[in-house]
């Protein structure tokens, strides 16, 4: 079973910026396709940024494109997501999640029911 461990999070100003990182350990890392969702009290479980297996394909949800950025270093056994120009409705628990049995290395996968491993999430608090 892959573990994934997100750390990163914390309190920060409108307008500034936080790196979250997810550490996978107990499988093969560079298997997994991988991605981040948010969840905000009051609201549906959000899809933020997905990852293939190679980093060579990406995507985003549409609130935050042009600010987040998703990567992945597979030597590392770890996923990134650097996160620009913060607003207040960023505030979440950022969860990182694995999905195992991507067919390829440019495989992405949007929807959370594909996913079979997730972390434990991280608060994420844009506040002034």
């Known amino acids: 079973q892959l573990q994934l461990v997100e750390s990163g999070g914390g309190l920060v100003q409108p307008g500034g910026s936080l790196r979250l990182s997810c550490v996978a350990s107990?499988?093969?890392?560079?298997?997994?396709?991988m991605g981040w969702f948010r969840h905000a009290p009051g609201k549906e479980r959000e899809f933020v940024a997905a990852?293939?297996?190679?980093?060579?394909?990406?995507a985003y949800g549409d609130s935050v494109k042009c600010r987040f950025t998703i990567s992945r270093a597979n030597f590392e056994n770890t996923v990134f997501l650097q996160m620009n120009s913060l607003k207040p409705e960023d505030t979440a628990v950022y969860y990182c999640?694995?999905?195992?049995?991507?067919?390829?290395?440019?495989?992405?996968?949007?929807?959370?029911?594909?996913?079979?491993?997730w972390g434990q999430g991280t608060q994420v608090t844009v506040s002034s």
């Open positions: 999640a694995a999905r195992p049995g991507a067919p390829n290395l440019r495989t992405i996968f949007l929807a959370e029911s594909e996913y079979g491993a």
């Open positions: 990852i293939s297996r190679g980093g060579g394909n990406i």
């Open positions: 107990g499988r093969t890392f560079s298997d997994y396709a």
